[in-house]
């Protein structure tokens, strides 16, 4: 099977959140720009094509829980993919199973970055949710029935989007599916000098959805290295 090298980058507090007020800190704040360096700055450690989140990221993040203006009386599109190869260095690959995110535009600005929009669907999104992106000129790929199949979704956006490098960037379900899956080469953690304590914001793995099992595994160190404000950067090849 061809499929994109994929890699996990991601920022965590000291006590491996996510998200959360840690943030906010001057040590989150410089983390968060070292982490960014890596995977957008003008010269980026991997030069990939597309990077990839879930559902609730991307509300989290792009779409803000804005609902789809869709049309249930829309003709029937055809069966399959809808494929739309942009003329831009970088893809946003979301994982929208159902069809839910309210997308404004087919292109997203991530600070310095431009990417656009490619939706994963499941054979669960209805007519009119493909409809609505066929509108917005948002490509998207079917992979699985009622549940997302990630080698089939990898090699479709290896064979269709000649996405050779993918950026894996959670949420914590998402990230450790892929991992259990077989799916991901690498992890890349910036791990910011601060922490908030909380209780109730994800974490960097987490299982869940019924797609993500508590199954210990291991993984050998790439390297370590101390960035700017006490942050330091891990890089794992996964076992």
Same mark, same amino acid.
């Given at each position: 099977?061809n ?17 959360g007020?840690?943030?906010?800190t001057p ?8 982490f ?8 980026p ?35 399959g ?9 970088m893809y946003?690959?979301?994982i ?7 997308w404004?535009s087919n +292109?997203?600005?991530y @600070?310095?970055?431009? /990417?656009?929009?490619?939706? %994963?669907?499941?054979?669960k999104?209805?007519?009119?949710? =493909? ?10 790929i079917?992979?699985g ?11 479709k ?11 894996l960037?959670g ?17 890349s ?12 914001t994800?974490? +960097?793995?987490?299982? @869940?959805?019924?797609i /993500?099992?508590s199954?210990? %595994?291991?993984?050998?160190?790439v390297?370590a290295?101390? =960035? ?9 090849k996964?076992?």
């Amino acid at each position: 099977m061809n499929r994109p090298y994929i890699f996990c980058h991601m920022m965590t507090s000291l006590d491996r959140k996510i998200m959360g007020g840690y943030m906010e800190t001057p040590e989150g704040g410089a983390a968060g720009s070292v982490f960014y360096e890596i995977a957008f700055g003008k010269n980026p450690y991997y030069h990939h094509q597309g990077w990839l989140s879930g559902r609730v990221t991307t509300d989290d993040n792009f779409t803000f829980y804005e609902k789809p203006k869709l049309d249930e009386n829309a003709p029937a599109v055809p069966e399959g993919d809808f494929i739309r190869k942009a003329d831009v260095p970088m893809y946003y690959v979301s994982i929208d199973p159902s069809g839910k995110l309210g997308w404004k535009s087919n +292109l997203l600005h991530y @600070g310095d970055t431009t /990417a656009h929009v490619i939706e %994963i669907l499941t054979e669960k999104a209805g007519n009119a949710y =493909k409809a609505f992106l066929r509108k917005m000129e948002i490509p998207y790929i079917i992979a699985g029935t009622d549940k997302l199949d990630p080698a089939l979704a990898m090699e479709k956006l290896y064979e269709s989007f000649d996405i050779r490098t993918l950026m894996l960037g959670g949420g914590g379900v998402l990230n450790w599916s892929f991992i259990q899956a077989g799916m991901c080469d690498e992890i890349s953690v910036v791990i910011a000098a601060s922490a908030d304590g909380s209780t109730d914001t994800p974490a +960097l793995f987490s299982t @869940g959805n019924g797609i /993500a099992l508590s199954k210990a %595994i291991g993984f050998s160190l790439v390297s370590a290295e101390v =960035k700017d404000g006490g942050s330091v950067w891990l890089r794992y090849k996964t076992k």
